[in-house]
């Protein structure tokens, strides 16, 4: 299967073989695993990816010690997709990973309270998603690991505290950081800048208004909707209280685009109980059978279909053969023959 690789991986690769710092080869290599396509065809070239990200993590604790060396942090995906929280200090970001997920991480009222990404599991449905809570993004603090993080994840979620007077400027310092690390939070990833390899890394982003049961939020969160409603989709919410969490649930799900499918033996009745397998929108029957087993997408015969009460209805009838490049929506019951 060709790699097909993107212009704006190509240039990625470009400015790592013409980097002369370490953290100049880092970022061009964060930004490489960012922008290579995920397909069968670039397997290898992605284990490559982590062997040198790995080697030159290591490089740089020779150089500077184990200290810095444990800054060049990454963290290890799980579950149906990685959802990173960025913020400046004090927004709220620690308290929102704490009601989203069951972590339990350092909360403080006070700016820097986390210094290391934080990952916790968000329950949704009969899936899991990961949630990254961020050290918080400001002049004094930032370092290109951060930007590594943000790079890799699949959405990322703006917090803004709209308890502060500050709100504005701090939600502009924090994407003049990662756009000095090409990085451009966006409220979608526009087909025709996918490839282009004169823009930044386009990172998908919702905008979370945090801090609603305060006694100002409603007069800043007009105010952030003024400035920032064409550029974000924007939703309040309080850590605090759990105010409108759900919904947030809901629409972090959503925007991953993805669906899930369940599986089930030829003349069996499908478990709905066990978990399905997540996959992109727009994923076939041949990418499911790839997900089962790589092989099996070469092996099996043909498929019949049946769709869940939750689903959009894909096919016409239950247990209806489809096609192989048949596109599958979320719920959807596959039974693949060999």
Not at 146 to 155: H, K, N, S, Y
Not at 248 to 257: A, Q
Not at 313 to 325: A, H, I, L, P
């Amino acid at each position: 299967m060709p790699a097909n690789l993107t212009p704006q991986y190509l240039a990625a690769e470009k400015r790592f073989k013409e980097s002369s710092t370490l953290q100049e080869k880092m970022e061009a290599l964060e930004e490489m695993m960012a922008t290579i396509p995920k397909h069968k065809g670039t397997e290898k070239m992605q284990a490559d990816l982590r062997r040198r990200m790995a080697k030159l993590q290591a490089e740089v604790g020779k150089k500077h010690g184990i200290s810095k060396a444990s800054a060049m942090y990454s963290v290890r995906r799980e579950g149906a997709g990685q959802v990173v929280l960025v913020g400046a200090p004090n927004t709220g970001k620690s308290s929102l990973l704490a009601k989203l997920t069951h972590a339990s991480p350092e909360i403080g009222d006070y700016p820097f309270t986390t210094r290391l990404p934080q990952p916790g599991m968000m329950p949704f449905e009969n899936i899991q998603v990961q949630i990254v809570d961020m050290p918080p993004i400001a002049p004094e603090f930032y370092e290109p690991w951060m930007g590594g993080i943000v790079r890799g994840a699949d959405l990322a979620l703006l917090i803004v505290d709209v308890n502060s007077d500050e709100a504005l400027e701090e939600v502009d310092g924090v994407l003049k950081i990662l756009e000095g690390s090409r990085i451009e939070l966006v409220k979608v990833l526009p087909e025709e800048d996918k490839t282009d390899p004169s823009r930044p890394v386009l990172r998908p982003c919702l905008m979370i208004a945090n801090k609603v049961d305060t006694e100002r939020a409603e007069e800043i969160l007009q105010i952030v909707r003024e400035f920032y409603q064409s550029q974000f989709e924007i939703l309040p919410v309080s850590a605090l209280t759990g105010d409108r969490i759900e919904n947030l649930r809901r629409t972090i799900f959503d925007r991953l685009e993805i669906v899930r499918v369940f599986t089930k033996a030829p003349g069996k009745k499908a478990d709905l109980d066990s978990p399905p397998f997540v996959l992109k929108s727009g994923s076939t029957v041949v990418d499911a059978a790839r997900a089962v087993h790589r092989d099996l997408a070469q092996t099996f015969k043909f498929a019949r279909m049946w769709s869940s009460e939750k689903s959009k209805r894909s096919v016409k009838f239950d247990g209806q053969m489809v096609e192989r490049t048949h596109r599958l929506e979320d719920g959807d019951i596959l039974e693949l023959h060999e």
